[in-house]
């Protein structure tokens, strides 16, 4: 049974270094995933943490239906083990919803990473 799991804590507390582990992790297993982001303090579409470790990722803006994408991938023949989501604390409440469909109906895991809240 896929889960949907949220990893969260303070500001500089090492998530994105976990969730780029976690990436490893499952790439040296042979897995294949997508890893999503958003306002990254690299830039657009790319995971970064404060120890210098970096990795591109597909940025989430409000207007992208993340469980389309990964049915658009899927329909491509692409393999999908898994599911990062970095900054998820500003994905719209419909795209936490759309990763709730991936994981319930595509049986996917997805882990997600942020603070509790949205600063802002």
């Known amino acids: 049974m896929a889960e949907l799991i949220y990893y969260c804590g303070t500001m500089d507390s ?3 270094t976990l969730a780029l582990q976690t990436a490893h992790n ?9 890893i999503f982001t958003s306002h990254d303090r690299a830039g657009s579409g790319v995971i970064s943490s404060r120890l210098g470790l970096q990795r ?5 803006l409000p207007t992208i239906d993340l469980h389309k994408y990964v049915v658009d991938r899927l329909s491509l023949g ?3 083990d898994f599911i990062i ?3 998820a604390q500003f994905y719209t ?3 936490i919803e ?3 469909r991936v994981v319930d109906g595509l049986g996917i ?3 997600t990473f942020g603070i509790l809240s949205d600063f802002r």
């Open 56 to 60: 591109d990722a597909i940025e989430v």
């Open 93 to 95: 409440p419909e795209q």
């Open 85 to 87: 989501g970095d900054e």
């Open 98 to 100: 759309q990763l709730a």
């Open 14 to 16: 090492g998530k994105s």
């Open 78 to 80: 692409e393999r999908i």
């Open 109 to 111: 895991d997805v882990f």
């Open 26 to 34: 499952h790439h040296s297993r042979g897995h294949h995933g997508i």
